[in-house]
């Protein structure tokens, strides 16, 4: 029903900045909440920011006052403007979405590497 495509993500040193676009293939002003998630080797799935159909934002604390996150109902994209980046910021990002009734959407990846 709906399909997502990350893309913007790659090979920073610290302190650049990302910006990282998940496209959805459909509507996504229907969608409860939309977030991304990232993923390093070995490590779990973490969710690293989010946002609700009422433009609610939350984010993990290691990101908290350098990553934003937004979206664009009318161009139906979510974004990660991602500043500031540290090593530990490397990982798969991930794209996430939540419709009612419960079901879940995610994108394909897009890698993140933060050099020192």
């Known amino acids: 029903q709906v399909q997502l495509v990350e893309s913007g993500g790659g090979l920073v040193q610290t302190g650049g900045s990302l910006r990282l676009t998940c496209a959805a293939s459909?509507?996504?002003?229907?969608?409860?909440?939309m977030g991304w998630y990232r993923q390093a080797p070995g490590k779990q799935r973490e969710l690293v920011a989010s946002?609700?159909?009422?433009?609610?934002?939350n984010y993990a604390d290691s990101v908290k006052g350098r990553f934003t996150i937004s979206r664009d109902n009318a161009k139906n994209t979510m974004y990660l403007q991602a500043n500031s980046l540290k090593p530990e910021d490397t990982a798969v990002y991930y794209c996430?979405?939540?419709?009612?009734?419960?079901?879940?959407?995610w994108g394909q990846g897009t890698q993140v590497t933060v050099s020192s």
């Open positions: 996430n979405a939540i419709r009612l009734p419960y079901y879940e959407y």
């Open positions: 459909g509507s996504i002003f229907r969608l409860k909440a």
């Open positions: 946002i609700t159909s009422d433009g609610d934002t």
